[in-house]
């Protein structure tokens, strides 16, 4: 895997040295294990795999480089970077600006943006349309355009799809940027559809089984679907692709619903003229992370901790996942650990912060799950424990603790 050239203060002393002595031990990445931190009275236990992955160190590197080739231009950024409030925090410090917000509104009207200035598009992609009306206005994209390889990928997989006659399913969520980038570029060679979760796919499966008509489908996925989508033709042949920071195991229940919908309504031996088989679109890191997170839940821990940036799709798959068995906190950085019982948290389900007293029960050793997402840096991750081993308190010293590293 490239190693990326991004400030050093988002490299980890901590979690760093023990993610780097894992990789060593375990090159093909088959120990998803978690590792456990033994400070006497606290043990902190890690997932094999969280923080910043290739496609967000990409994004980094060139967003920076950016900045330092180009001190006498404007520099924009279409959206936010990533996900991660302390990234975009820093690079707004040092004069980048954006264009629009997460969901697409606009903050820099376009007649303010010029062909003399540096538009860097952002990891999450950007759609055709946008892309097209900078290259308009003589704005080089491609300089500086740092899209993940694995979001392209699925739009490569979504243009084959579409070669081979077969409508595209895109789980997403619809407002997302990714998710309105690949459905743009999705469109431009299939039909396409969005479907938020299972839900909406039994919803969507309804058409295909015949159940509900066409005026149900305008009204149910309006703003969903691709120009001229006709449901009465458009869902014979299908293929399932994936914004790639949703939850790996629910896009692949979707493909396998529509897959056993297409052998009810075709029969076995014809599926493959029906379904194509898109397994290969979900994104490594994502996968990595919730395969971590799911050992995670294998641990007898009191709480979890999940670092990252409040409106990060990857980060609030694994709130989900941790929240099925432990008393989960899903902060943006260790400020929020306001002393030993009082933390400030995003309450994810309900979309809202929430102040909890007596979040760290008394118990030794108190055992403490912490992860983060994909767009949150390692050096954060440290602090978080820094400041629990405040709270709580230490038998043993950092460098005690790492010397088997």
């Keep these: ?50 923080g910043f992955c290739y496609g967000v160190e990409n994004a980094i590197e060139i967003s920076y480089r950016a900045i330092e080739e180009n001190p006498d231009k404007k520099v924009y950024l279409l959206s936010q970077m990533i996900h991660n409030q302390e990234v975009n925090n820093d ?3 040092r004069g980048i600006e954006f264009i629009m917000d997460t969901d697409g509104s606009q903050f820099i009207p376009w007649e303010k943006i010029n062909a ?12 055709i349309e946008i892309e097209n009306f900078l290259l308009d206005k003589g704005v080089e994209v491609q300089k500086y355009n740092t899209t993940c390889p694995f979001v392209e990928k699925v739009w490569n997989r979504a243009e084959k799809l579409g070669k081979e006659n077969h409508t595209v399913i895109i789980h997403g969520k619809p407002k997302h940027e990714e998710t309105r980038a690949t459905f743009s570029h999705s469109a431009a060679n299939a039909k396409s559809v969005v479907v938020r979760d299972m839900e909406e796919a039994v919803q969507l ?30 869902l014979e042949r299908v293929g399932v692709v994936n914004q790639t920071t949703m939850l790996a195991t629910e896009t692949q229940a979707i493909a396998d619903y529509f897959r056993k919908v297409m052998i009810e309504k075709y029969g076995e031996a014809d599926i493959k003229q029906h379904f194509a088989d898109t397994r290969d679109t979900l994104c490594y890191a994502t996968n990595d992370n919730q ?14 901790i999940v670092v990252g940036g409040y409106n990060s799709s990857n980060t609030s798959h694994i709130v989900e996942l941790c929240e099925r068995k432990f008393p989960t906190y899903f902060i943006n950085s260790e400020k929020e650990i306001k002393s030993t019982t009082e933390i400030h948290h995003y309450n994810y389900p309900q979309k809202k912060k929430e102040v909890a007293q007596g979040f760290l029960p008394a118990k030794h050793p108190l055992k403490i799950v912490l992860t983060s ?6 050096t954060l991750v440290d602090r978080v424990m820094l400041r629990l081993l405040e709270c709580v308190g230490s038998g043993k010293t950092i460098e005690e603790v790492l010397a088997e590293y």
């Design 205 to 234: 499966a309804a058409y295909v089984t015949g159940k509900k008509n066409a005026v149900q489908f305008t009204e149910e996925f309006a703003g969903r679907f691709s120009e001229g989508f006709d449901v009465t033709k458009d």
């Design 373 to 378: 997402g994909a767009s949150c840096p390692d």
């Design 116 to 127: 003399d200035d540096v538009v860097i598009i952002p990891a999450f992609g950007t759609t």
């Design 291 to 304: 395969d971590s997170t799911y050992q995670l839940l294998e641990t007898d821990a009191d709480v979890a």
């Design 1 to 50: 895997m490239k190693k990326f050239d991004i400030p050093a203060y988002y490299r980890s002393s901590i979690t760093g040295k023990i993610k780097e002595s894992r990789r060593v031990k375990d090159l093909r990445k088959q120990d998803f294990t978690p590792t456990i931190l033994d400070f006497g009275s606290v043990q902190f236990i890690l997932a094999r795999h969280f």
């Design 91 to 93: 690079l707004q410090s």
